[in-house]
Nanobody, 124 residues
């Protein structure tokens, strides 16, 4: 198991930017796919972006070109840069980690490790 702690959420106006961070425990960070999902009130947790252990990135269509996922293996941290934010981006954002050297997954149900979440609120 790996412990995950997110930070960086907040309230921002439409068109603004935020950077979310997720710090992971342990020595296996570099071998894990890391991801961000989000959950709005009354909705299921949905895929936002993942970055594989080899550095490949994948994005949900509505965030392509606006969000960027990156990782710093020396700091055991994954980031999500959110630009051109829209009110529909409002949600709790959760960090997740896959198993070491496992394939990439895009469904929340495929992940067992989650952070506590960080709230992102975009006002119009």
């Amino acid at each position: 198991q790996v412990q995950l702690v997110e930070s960086g959420g907040g309230l921002v106006q439409a068109g603004g930017s935020l950077r979310l961070s997720c710090a992971a425990s342990g020595r296996t960070f570099s071998s894990r796919t890391m991801g961000w999902f989000r959950q709005a009130p009354g909705k299921e947790r949905e895929f936002v972006a993942i970055i594989s252990w080899s550095g490949n990135t994948y994005y949900e269509d509505s965030v392509k070109g606006r969000f960027t996922i990156s990782r710093d293996n020396a700091k055991n941290t994954v980031y999500l840069h959110l630009n051109s934010l829209k009110p529909e981006d409002t949600a709790v954002y959760y960090c997740t980690a896959g198993a070491p050297y496992d394939r990439n997954y895009f469904r929340a149900s495929d992940y067992n490790n989650w952070g506590q979440g960080t709230q992102v609120t975009v006002s119009s």
